[in-house]
């Protein structure tokens, strides 16, 4: 069996399974971030790796821009555990013949994002490689003792999501296509916010499960749902779509919210009592707009979405990085 008929998904299910289970009061594999206890406390820790050709093309990311995301991109997995970014180590694979200004200006973006966010990058490694590699490794702590989990979902539970969806897989999509590609379709794509400071906010309200929305809304609900044992209905009515007016034809907003990816906006479940007032809250003191799209259902694997009143399968179309 070749890793292409896996996929990135199946790999990981494969591989957890060989490096066996987490001790009691830890989570390895299949959340965000692992859960780690210290004499300390609680420790969130996560990666990524960003590569040449398969995440970012040179011709339209600026170095800074690329730094910054590589930052960004991590603090947003933390995050999604309710948690707090702290250190970082950035490791790099460089072309011996890359300019010493594109990497000033590379660690430029990332500390400006680390400012942004309170944390800082603290060390890492360097090395030979064809192809410029970004990999960082990040260490947060949750607030308190809790963590919020993918698992946590349950049947009545809101389903909601904050800020917008398929703004960054819009601005991919023109810029492949040597396209105009506006400000803010640009800003979505190379600068993700992560929603560090709204879950400030949101962990007083105890939210029940939560995952980040990189892959897309599809997969990644999906993945709370599996994680969960849950099923859930989402209104297709009621999803921050972009305004796809004054753009090039083709660009569907609702497939590129469901499917397109790398939003890095919070999807996350709560009971109904509170998910009013919570998106409230966290609008009033961030400008984030927090929305109520869906309910979670006891039908284990069951997602639907609802359009224009016509219940259909809700299937993962979102990023796999090893399928063809």
């Known amino acids: 069996m070749k890793l292409s008929e896996v996929g990135e998904f199946g790999l990981i299910d494969r591989l957890g399974d060989l490096l066996g289970e987490a001790p009691e009061g830890e989570t390895w594999i299949g959340d965000d971030a692992a859960v780690l206890r210290a004499p300390g406390g609680t420790i969130l820790f996560t990666a990524d790796l960003l590569v040449e050709g398969v995440h970012f093309d040179l011709a339209w990311t600026p170095p800074a821009d690329l730094g910054y995301k590589a930052i960004a991109v991590n603090c947003s997995d933390v995050a999604a555990m309710g948690g707090t970014p702290r250190r970082a180590l950035v490791s790099l694979g460089v072309r011996p013949g890359i300019e010493v200004d594109f990497l000033e200006a590379l660690y430029a973006g990332m500390r400006e994002c680390s400012d942004a966010f309170g944390m800082a990058v603290v060390g890492g490694d360097v090395s030979r490689c064809d192809q410029l590699v970004v990999s960082v490794a990040l260490l947060g702590n949750p607030a308190g003792r809790r963590v919020i989990e993918r698992r946590g979902a349950r049947p009545g539970d809101v389903i909601c999501v904050t800020g917008s969806l398929g703004a960054a897989a819009a601005g991919l999509r023109l810029m492949k296509a040597g396209q105009p590609v506006p400000s803010l379709l640009r800003a979505a794509l190379l600068r993700p916010v992560p929603r560090v400071r709204e879950v400030e906010v949101l962990r007083r309200f105890l939210p029940n499960a939560m995952i980040d929305v990189s892959d897309g809304l599809a997969a990644d609900l999906g993945h709370l749902c599996d994680a969960s044992r849950v099923g859930a209905t989402v209104d ?83 990023w796999d990085h090893l399928r063809p």
């Open 236 to 318: 297709a009515a009621r999803l921050p779509l972009i305004d796809t007016a004054g753009l090039p034809a083709g660009l569907d907003a609702l497939e590129l919210a469901l499917g397109g990816g790398e939003d890095y906006e919070l999807c996350f479940t709560i009971v109904a009592e509170r998910a009013a007032r919570a998106a409230a809250e966290v609008e009033a003191a961030t400008g984030t707009r927090v929305h109520l799209i869906g309910e979670v259902t006891e039908e284990a694997g069951g997602r639907v979405l609802v359009v224009d009143g016509t219940a259909q399968p809700l299937a993962a179309s979102g």
